[in-house]
């Protein structure tokens, strides 16, 4: 059964800092992994798709990793602002079926002023 | 292009009552799937369906909850006899096809039951 961990469960950083979170899945065996941002009383908002065939993926000041073999992404913020503070939520797809995603429970980033 | 479109987006219900949350999908978007969150929980997973069609249920609870794609109109997760464990955010996504593509999440659609 396929686990997603993320860590932190909560971050606060001051603005302007470059800062990474971090997810990790158990079973490597995964089709793609989405990044998504979701704010307090709001839908997902998707950040970057990395398919299991590539390394990374960069959109504006994000960045995302794919390490599939150990079973670690990580999504690389920089520059951070105000307007960051929101909760991310990994979630892998695995592969032989096109349904499920499986979430991380997020982490929690603050940027203060 | 309108997002995926969820409604309504606050719901109350009370105990033994029915509950009805639609989507509809993005644009062009035939696959449909849909996802609770419980306060203080991840995202799991429910049901994925095309057209017509429930391709995998997996995650769906065996009683009181039934899902529908028509050809016509949007899906709809149907609640029955709602419970208090019930209450949560139930999230449809959409993607063009059936892997390999960006998932995408309407609003969601919080349900209270009292």
């Known amino acids: 059964k396929q686990e997603v961990t993320q860590i932190p469960a909560a971050l606060s950083v001051p603005e302007g800092e470059n800062l990474v979170l971090n997810c990790s899945f158990t079973?490597?065996?995964?089709?793609?992994l989405q990044w998504f941002r979701q704010d307090p009383g709001k839908g997902l908002t998707s950040l970057l798709l990395i398919q299991s065939s590539q390394r990374e993926q960069t959109s504006g000041r994000l960045n995302a990793s794919l390490d599939k073999s150990s079973g670690r992404s990580t999504l690389y913020i920089a520059a951070s602002q105000p307007g960051d503070s929101a909760t991310y939520l990994c979630?892998?797809?695995?592969?032989?079926?096109?349904?499920?995603?499986?979430f991380g429970t997020g982490t929690r980033l603050q940027v203060t002023l | 292009n309108a997002g995926v479109m969820q409604n309504p987006r606050h719901l109350v219900r009370r105990r033994g009552q029915e509950a009805r949350l639609r989507c509809s999908p993005m644009k062009g978007h035939s696959h449909v799937y849909w996802y609770r969150q419980l306060p203080e929980e991840g995202l799991k997973f429910m049901v994925y369906?095309?057209?017509?069609?429930?391709?995998?249920e997996s995650g769906m609870p065996k009683e009181r909850f039934s899902a529908e794609f028509p050809k016509e109109g949007p899906s709809i997760l149907r609640i029955q006899q709602v419970v208090r464990g019930d209450s949560a955010a139930y999230f449809c996504?959409?993607?063009?096809?059936?892997?390999?593509?960006?998932?995408?999440f309407g609003e969601g659609s919080w349900l209270t039951v009292v």
């Open positions: 979630a892998v797809r695995p592969t032989g079926t096109a349904s499920k995603l499986t």
């Open positions: 996504a959409s993607s063009l096809t059936g892997s390999g593509n960006t998932i995408y």
């Open positions: 369906l095309q057209k017509e069609n429930i391709i995998d």
């Open positions: 079973d490597s065996a995964i089709y793609n």
